[in-house]
């Protein structure tokens, strides 16, 4: 019993980084600072407001902070157990045991894990935005350092793993794996459309902007299947409406009477947010037999459900994980088998500067790598500031290579690159 607690106990105290002080970063360091056995030592952000918020939200007092953005300065006074505070992305993922990065910025995400890998820092990621564009290869590089490279469990795609490895440990095999949508689909949502519900949630207008047009759940599934094999049944997935009971019955294939052509696939579905799913099928009668008695279902296929997911309150087990355990809680590890590329919102005119995830130009959808390559199709997550259009885009085309002029000195677009050459199909 309690086995990660008495491993954390045995281990003794865990440094931790954490970069962002959104929603995400600075819950997560308010924990920490209660948690025994965790030290957060390092709190990071461009916004020195948004640092002093998040220091006083944990009621830690000023006189137990340091600020500095000197790396040296920073490792003279590690030792007098001082909280410290800074502007510098790079202290915070080189003298602890592990950086958790809470920004949702891909550039910033990937500098941040660039530098941890090259400084032997664990690293756990809530920047799925990242993760989806440029995680196999930050896996490898990771790997090549013997560092661990993870996601963390209480996001949705690190849920979703969890719900595969308790199947899977109980004998069943999973057919098909998904999440609730908390929110309205609109592919065509805009942050000023979405402003002031933004503002009464208290989040940036770009970020529900990704929530709703279906960017962000793209991302997730992404996760997914990179970490499993799995692929979406069809490109931007089936998106139903179901219950918890009815999941195992919508999700099945075309032949029983179902929707879908395959198995092995993710998807998502409204009435069943803010859970994840498995559709599990059992591997003999008597095991069918078990279930109907437990008053899961008819069979043959049946459905694992989890209603919630705790975001960053659930990131301390994939620190110890990592730290202590030396393993992921979900990582890239089938490489790069599906991808979340771009499509236009409405028309995009040559030469126009392109904005990203959240904005007005572009949503994400999800397909097979086998169909991004095939399309030349663009993954979202690279284009990034300093991106133009190289000629005229009409609204609902899928962006291709040809299409945009990237910004050749960002490190995700780099990175992208030793990407695509060293899992070349």
Excluded: W
Excluded at 60 to 75: H, L, S
Excluded at 268 to 292: C, H, L, Q, W
Excluded at 365 to 376: H, I, R, S, V
Aim: charged residues 25%; contains cysteine; aromatic residues 8%.
């Amino acid at each position: 019993m309690f086995y990660l607690e008495n491993k954390l106990r045995e281990y003794g105290n865990i440094s931790v980084g954490i970069v962002g002080t959104g929603l995400m970063g600075s819950t997560l360091f308010s924990l920490l600072v209660e948690k025994g056995n965790f030290y957060p030592i390092v709190l990071a952000s461009r916004n020195k407001e948004t640092l002093k918020k998040a220091v006083e939200s944990a009621n830690v007092n000023e006189a137990d902070t340091f600020y500095t953005d000197d790396i040296e300065e920073a490792k003279k006074v590690i030792d007098n157990k001082k909280f410290i505070i800074t502007t510098n992305n790079n202290i915070a993922s080189s003298i602890v045991d592990v950086v958790v990065d809470c920004t949702g910025n891909t550039e910033a995400g990937t500098e941040i894990s660039l530098n941890a890998i090259e400084n032997g820092v664990n690293i756990v990621s809530l920047n799925v935005e990242m993760d989806a564009t440029i995680g196999p290869y930050l896996k490898h590089l990771a790997d090549e350092k013997k560092v661990v490279y993870s996601g963390s469990y209480g996001d949705e795609p690190g849920a979703i793993i969890e719900l595969y490895e308790f199947a899977r440990e109980c004998g069943f095999e999973v057919l098909v794996l998904g999440k609730g949508k908390n929110n309205e689909l609109n592919n065509y949502a805009t942050p000023s459309e979405l402003y002031e519900k933004a503002k009464a949630k208290k989040l940036n207008p770009r970020m529900l902007t990704s929530f709703v047009d279906g960017t962000n759940t793209m991302i997730e599934l992404n996760a997914v299947c990179n970490a499993l094999g799995f692929v979406p049944d069809v490109r931007g997935c089936h998106f139903i409406d179901t219950t918890p009971k009815n999941i195992a019955d919508d999700f099945k294939l075309k032949s029983e009477g179902g929707i879908l052509n395959n198995y092995k696939v993710v998807d998502f579905a409204t009435g069943i947010a803010p859970g994840v799913f498995a559709v599990v099928r059992a591997k003999s009668d008597i095991i069918n037999y078990e279930m109907n008695y437990l008053s899961m279902g008819d069979g043959p296929n049946y459905t694992i459900y989890r209603p919630y997911h705790l975001t960053s309150l659930e990131t301390p087990r994939s620190i110890i994980k990592a730290v202590v355990l030396g393993d992921s809680s979900i990582a890239p590890c089938k490489g790069p088998v599906a991808e979340t590329v771009a499509v236009a919102k409405r028309d995009i005119k040559k030469g126009e500067s392109l904005e990203s995830i959240g904005s007005d130009m572009i949503f994400g959808t999800l397909e097979t790598k086998e169909d991004q390559l095939k399309g030349n199709h663009i993954p979202i997550g690279i284009i990034v500031e300093g991106s133009f259009a190289k000629r005229d885009i009409k609204k609902d085309k899928i962006l291709t290579y040809e299409d945009v002029v990237l910004n050749e000195n960002s490190s995700i677009v780099k990175i992208r690159k030793l990407q695509d050459d060293y899992f070349k199909m």
